[in-house]
């Protein structure tokens, strides 16, 4: 089942319990997927859907980080979106497997005195391989690391 789908489901369910901050997660959930299909003129693959989702988080992340101190309201209410969202979010990549990945890059471009001059070639290979299943600052900041050398 694609996860529009389960979301429209799930969204189903909470409307019937009348969860509704529940069903309005999952309902601006819902519409930004719908919306991108709706552009796109036919169903979206997994790899968009979790596009989809990831921006989501991120926005409501940024959302949530940019309330003021005073609006407790807000930052609930993204705290609770951000739950929700997670529940369909794809596995992130961990830092272990991100060094791994570094590491077999490294290997392939025979760099065995890696120096921060080498990180250009290693992020234009790396990139591809963790693009959507990690973060992209966490993916740059171990990659400095281990080009200090």
Known sequence: MSKTKEIQKQMM?????????????????????????????????????????????????ETM????????????ECQFKLEVYQAFAPEEMGEDQIRALVQSVLDQLQITAPTPRDKGPVMKHLMPQVKGKADGKLVNQIVGEMLKG
Request: charged share 50%.
């Open 65 to 76: 980080d940019s309330a003021p101190a005073d609006r407790e309201d807000i930052r609930s």
């Open 13 to 61: 369910e909470a409307l019937k319990a009348k969860d509704s901050a529940r069903k309005d997660a999952l309902s601006l959930l819902l519409s930004a997927l719908k919306a991108k299909a709706k552009d796109k003129r036919e169903d979206l693959t997994e790899a968009e859907e979790d596009a989809i989702i990831k921006k989501e988080i991120k926005q409501t992340r």
